[in-house]
């Protein structure tokens, strides 16, 4: 009788800080998720609500997605993190009631734009590995993440506090934390580009695109 063919089994990472950072990343899109959900509870307005309960779901999903690539390499869930990461969503989620509007958009938004990188960082350090086929994933995790930035700073574009919370915290309509700028997106052949490890966080005027 054959022997059944069996796959190999992918190699373990010898990679700490990509070990490290696809850890923290499946633990902090759990706190994300837990922050949307009191984000979406203390609004009123029903549209505001799903588009807040959709950002929601995407976390789920790339939480799911991140999962996935450590059970490929047999990275273990980091139990500090999760700890960590499940007081902070629920946290941040308790105080989108007593927070007023503006803030928990604002906080949003500056998050989701430190997001982006993470995910491009992800596919940089593969690419030291020699490994790219994961980059169609993570590059659409990384955009789906610049759309929640683009959202949140659309509901808070108009308001007065915007340009005091910019100044303070180095995120609003005239700079961000990553250089993807969704109306000239780089094919994902070109996608190693964006959030060059190492470097800065970019800051981008309005107008500006990377090079």
């Known amino acids: 009788m054959p022997t059944p063919l069996v796959a190999p089994a992918a190699p373990k990472l010898n990679h700490p800080a990509l070990v490290r950072l696809l850890q923290r990343a499946y633990s902090a899109e759990m706190a994300a998720s837990f922050a949307y959900v009191g984000h979406a509870s203390s609004l009123r307005d029903p549209q505001a609500k799903a588009a807040v309960k959709q950002i929601e779901d995407d976390e789920w999903g790339h939480r799911r997605t991140v999962f996935g690539l450590m ?46 990188c993470e995910y491009f960082v992800m596919m940089h350090y593969f690419h030291e590995l020699g490994v790219s086929e994961h980059d169609t994933a993570l590059y659409e995790m990384g955009m789906k993440e610049k759309e929640h ?49 190492h470097a800065a966080p970019p800051t981008l005027h309005k107008g500006e695109t990377a090079p």
């Not at 700890?83 to 007593?98: D, F, M, N, R, T």
């Not at 303070?168 to 993807?180: L, M, Q």
């Open 149 to 197: 930035e683009v959202y949140f700073l659309e509901q808070i574009k108009h308001s007065r506090l915007l340009p005091l919370f910019e100044r303070v915290f180095a995120w609003g309509r005239r700079t961000s934390r990553n250089d993807v700028d969704l109306d000239r997106k780089l094919a994902v052949a070109n996608s190693h580009r964006y959030c060059q490890p």
């Open 71 to 116: 059970r490929r390499y047999d990275i273990p869930v980091n139990r500090l993190f999760e700890i960590q990461y499940y007081l902070i969503g629920k946290l941040i989620g308790a105080s989108c009631h007593v927070l007023g509007w503006f803030m928990p958009y604002f906080f949003a938004g500056k998050l989701e734009s430190g997001n982006v």
